[in-house]
């Protein structure tokens, strides 16, 4: 069975930095796209950042010059930096992993339990 851990979320004030991690764990054959989604109390979960295999970015605009998303391919662990936060970053933040199960060996996306960040003004 596969599962993605999220770790790293918390308090912080604005202008600081957090880190968040997300482990993917199981019989994991191969591991496509990751990445960060958010949502906001009464808002759609949107995304973030995503990052392929082979390294390739994306990044929703509002996260621009102040996010980083990277991953560790031999730990099938994807990072997201992120600094100068503001009061709107405050979600709660998921991780997502697009892979291929050895079981059945099919593609299917993957979501983490969520990590709660919250930026105080």
């Known amino acids: 069975q596969v599962q993605l851990v999220e770790s790293g979320g918390g308090l912080v004030q604005a202008g600081g930095s957090l880190r968040l991690s997300c482990a993917a764990s199981?019989?994991?054959?191969?591991?496509?796209?990751m990445g960060w989604y958010r949502q906001a109390p009464g808002k759609q979960r949107e995304l973030v950042a995503t990052?392929?295999?082979?390294?390739?970015?994306n990044y929703a605009d509002f996260v621009k010059g102040r996010f980083t998303i990277s991953r560790d391919n031999a730990k099938n662990t994807v990072y997201l930096q992120m600094n100068s936060l503001k009061p709107e970053d405050t979600a709660v933040y998921y991780c997502?992993?697009?892979?291929?199960?050895?079981?059945?060996?099919?593609?299917?996306?993957?979501w983490g339990q969520g990590t709660q960040v919250t930026v105080s003004s």
């Open positions: 990052i392929t295999s082979g390294g390739m970015t």
């Open positions: 997502n992993a697009g892979l291929r199960e050895v079981a059945t060996m099919q593609w299917r996306d993957y």
């Open positions: 199981g019989s994991i054959f191969r591991i496509n796209r």
